[in-house]
């Protein structure tokens, strides 16, 4: 389809006077309104005013200009009808092949503070309509909505006079996705405005894929990595090695809050290793090094294939230390230059820079779907309700601060969740399990298993006690101290067990599930 | 704003004919074209038919008939705004203060074959523009693009002759709600026509809210539970208790899947216990009673709190049995009506029925965020590419049943999986470990704890086995045959232990990893 015929009416005019005059020279007729029409004439670009072409005034401070019959019969009239044809001679009008249009900025100005009637006047009408009759008819018609495809365009109409039927067919899909996220923020905007919720009736998510992921899972799942548009980008960057797998970005993700949020409660260098979403080593030490070698420690065997992540400089000295084993994925803060240049020896190993934790700790809601329901929830990035010892027990402060470490850890483990910690070293995890008191067993059997000493050790618990079997069998194992949330209707029999045993316990009102 | 003048302009014309005929007699103008006016005339509704208001004929087969001037400046005009109202006066244009209009059904022809040409006719146009003017200027106009909300007008006009602004925002949120939705809808129609992949550059995923979710996995999380629009419903029905919470519905999940994934596998009457997305219980037998009696058996301890899926008929000896404990909730294909009446004596008792077990077995994508990403996978719905023996030791037809049975499990028990089982009975599980021989030694202390004997089991793992050391414990502990993906790099040494130890290995061929 030949291009004779284009409007032009722009809210953000960049590269619009090098586009139309492109246009101008290759011989296409250009309508325009208001502002944009005056740009090109002072770049003395001849245009038809679009108010002498359809004779009417733009009025209502801009609301209606383009809204009229000559116009959208002008767009969509099918140029292989002969009736469409007939309808349109009779009618005096003529044909609009390309429409250049983009939107009232709804979206920046939701970033303002802006009232709601002043947001309204940013919601675009003709333009909308202007280009969904443009897509709607795009095998005559192109709908152009960002000056990102200008060179595209041009170069196009340069070479063959024309756009190829594909681009055509790619340029009226990517209008209607963007309407429709267009009006899904407006009407989002609504929802806050008349609902004030994060769960309101209805909701909208938008989603631009960032990668095609070789597979899900497992390798007989297809996937796909995609962002969520309207939601701040997560601060990391990648800096050397081959691009995250699924499993991959599921666990650099359990390593990154782990890391994060140990970060926020302690000013010590600390590392976390990470394998299948549960932590398998973790510690703060004096440095990097010591931070490192005491992680590892905790299950050197379970380590292999894991991702390590620190909250500090990885010198050079860790950075051989690390190179000794076989990661997937090292995040740090920051990488010194000789310690990148060991790390980066290893082809595979993902290196990844994550200069601000706390990004990762923000309030947001997180979506998990299961066939065509989606369960939505704040995202668990509160710590305790209260830090209170709960039975007569001395707690001393070093106590407070390696229970406290524990609890962090015991967020991130898959429940039922039973960690033991020892001079802020994780040294045994019970995960997944089904029974509260098989999680202590376990916890216990892996540590012995890595050659620790249960005895003064401190044990938390992500969620209650369901009786006093657990307290029991940690004294008698001789475990320093608890922490876990209470809330059990058997309660009293577990403060009744502790007390007896001289068991000091926190509770700290507050459950951390994580399955 | 009293409401004078109404345009009316409807495809689906259900209720049109006494919603119109009360705005009339309510005194209200109606102007309305084609299709509509004729229907309204025949019934003896005053019209005003637009062509004759507009004077301009309904063109290009009706893709131009409302998209003019003179409407558009009547709907956008700001009722407060002196210069507004001076410009409408001058250019002799009335208000119209309601639009009555639903799209062309797009979303419904979606499901007919038509081809491209013919689903482009079904794009609304100038529907569209009309509800999204009306919503920009809600509060001087209607806009109505449901006949579910004909009746609350109504009431509401002959009560006050208007309605509350507050409903006319949460009209304006709605419409902007729709034609966001039906332009992803055209957006993802297109791009099945372009892209041909369930994983294209962009995706909407708009959803509904079905429930407010007392609070998320765990109380300080605000939570929703929401259906995917446009997807099919599972077919499920609860038929006592109360409403499912947010660990009760992914838990659910679980049991509905792998019970519809046993039941696809064998002609059995089966049960599964499903506690914090684990399975504790399985098991398959000659009757209903049978089946639980073993899956309880499992791991008595565990199943407390948990959720008992059924594939066959609970008849009342079950129900009696299954009331003697604690579940959260119990789901079978049918309930006998004694068995039903005995289960509700529980006030709390959460019973659903799945009619359609294979529902759950569909292929669909899953979506699980992490702060602003999202991965998308498809489900998990493959079972195995082969069952081949890969050691020379025989494998008994009842073997590779065993086998089947216990890799069915493992593929729902959170990784690392190892499942004993014996007698079509679940007797250990090993899950959510970081090292697989910890699953290994976790699955048999399990079996041990809950009085099996490990000696003649068979073992199913979820992923291959990294060394050798797991067939030489299992060999060890009498265990009769293993099934595992296969797929290490040390396979040739774990076959090679396998066939020193006369051990019976089956490949799969396929990986189960759930995280």
New interface residues.
């Given amino acids: 389809m030949k291009i004779e015929t284009v409007l032009i009416s722009v809210y953000d005019k960049t590269g619009i006077v090098e586009f139309a005059g492109e246009l101008a020279r290759l011989g296409i007729k250009i309508l325009s309104t208001g502002g944009t029409a005056a740009l090109l004439q002072q770049n003395s670009i001849p245009v038809i005013k679009l108010e002498e072409y359809?004779n009417?005034?733009e009025?209502?401070?801009g609301?209606?200009k383009t809204?009229?019959?000559k116009v959208?019969?002008g767009l969509?009239?099918?140029r292989d009808n002969e009736?469409?044809i007939r309808?349109?001679s009779e009618?005096g009008i003529s044909f609009i092949d390309m429409v250049v249009v983009n939107l009232y900025p709804f979206e920046k100005m939701m970033k303002k503070k802006l009232s709601m009637d002043e947001m309204?006047e940013y919601?675009d009408?003709?333009g909308?309509?202007l280009l969904?009759?443009s897509a709607?008819n795009y095998k005559f018609v192109l709908p152009v909505y960002s000056q990102d495809d200008y060179t595209t365009i041009l170069n196009h109409l340069k070479k063959d006079g024309d756009v190829p039927f594909?681009y055509r067919?790619?340029l009226?899909?990517?209008t209607?996705?963007f309407?429709?996220?267009?009006?899904?923020l407006?009407?989002g905007y609504?929802?806050t405005?008349?609902e004030k919720t994060?769960?309101?009736?209805?909701?909208?998510?938008?989603?631009?894929?960032?990668q095609?992921?070789r597979?899900?899972?497992?390798?007989?799942?297809?996937?796909?990595?995609?962002?969520?548009m309207n939601?701040?980008?997560?601060n990391y960057a990648q800096l050397h090695g081959k691009e995250l797998s699924?499993?991959n970005?599921?666990d650099f993700?359990s390593a990154a809050n782990l890391m994060a949020e140990l970060d926020r409660c302690f000013k010590k260098a600390g590392c976390v290793i990470i394998?299948?979403?549960?932590p398998?080593g973790a510690a703060l030490g004096e440095s990097t090094l010591t931070a490192y070698q005491k992680a590892l420690q905790s299950?050197p065997?379970?380590a292999y294939g894991?991702i390590a992540a620190f909250n500090s400089d990885v010198d050079l000295k860790t950075a051989r230390e690390i190179n000794k084993r076989f990661y997937e994925i090292v995040i740090a803060r920051r990488f010194q230059k000789e310690a990148l240049k060991e790390l980066r020896q290893k082809k595979n190993l993902r290196i990844i820079q994550i200069k601000d934790y706390g990004s990762?700790l923000?309030q947001?809601?997180?979506?998990?779907?299961?066939?065509?329901?989606?369960?939505?929830?704040?995202?668990?990035v509160?710590l305790y309700?209260k830090m209170i010892p709960i039975t007569k027990a001395g707690i001393k402060v070093k106590e407070k601060e390696e229970l406290l470490f524990g609890w962090v850890i015991a967020k991130y483990v898959?429940?039922?969740a039973i960690v033991l910690t020892k001079s802020l070293q994780l040294i045994g995890?019970g995960?997944?399990?089904?029974?509260r008191?098989?999680s202590v067993?376990?916890a216990i059997?892996?540590a012995r298993?890595n050659k620790f000493k249960i005895k003064g050790s401190c044990l938390a618990s992500d969620a209650f006690f369901p009786f006093d079997d657990c307290v029991k069998l940690a004294s008698k194992k001789g475990i320093r101290a608890i922490i876990q949330p209470g809330g059990s209707i058997h309660d009293d029999d577990v403060i009744k067990t502790a007390e007896r045993l001289k068991m000091p316990m926190i509770f700290t009102g507050?459950?951390?599930?994580?399955?």
Avoid at 202 to 207: N, R
Avoid at 364 to 380: C, F, R
Avoid at 510 to 515: L, T, V
């Fill in positions: 359809t009417l005034p009025i209502l401070d609301r209606v809204l009229c019959y959208f019969s969509l009239c099918k009736v469409h309808q349109l009618q309204i919601i009408i003709g909308n309509s969904r009759a709607k594909e067919q790619t009226a899909q990517r209607f996705f309407t429709s996220y267009y009006d899904s407006v009407a609504f929802s405005q008349t994060a769960y309101p009736g209805t909701k909208s998510l938008y989603l631009r894929k960032l095609d992921l597979y899900g899972e497992n390798p007989h799942q297809g996937s796909g990595l995609y962002g969520i939601s701040p980008v997560l699924f499993n970005i599921a993700y394998k299948h979403r549960n398998c299950d065997v379970s894991g990762f923000k947001d809601l997180v979506y998990n779907s299961y066939n065509n329901l989606v369960l939505v929830q704040d995202k668990d509160k309700k898959k429940s039922n995890v995960a997944g399990q089904t029974s008191i098989d067993n376990i059997q892996k298993n507050m459950r951390h599930f994580y399955h």
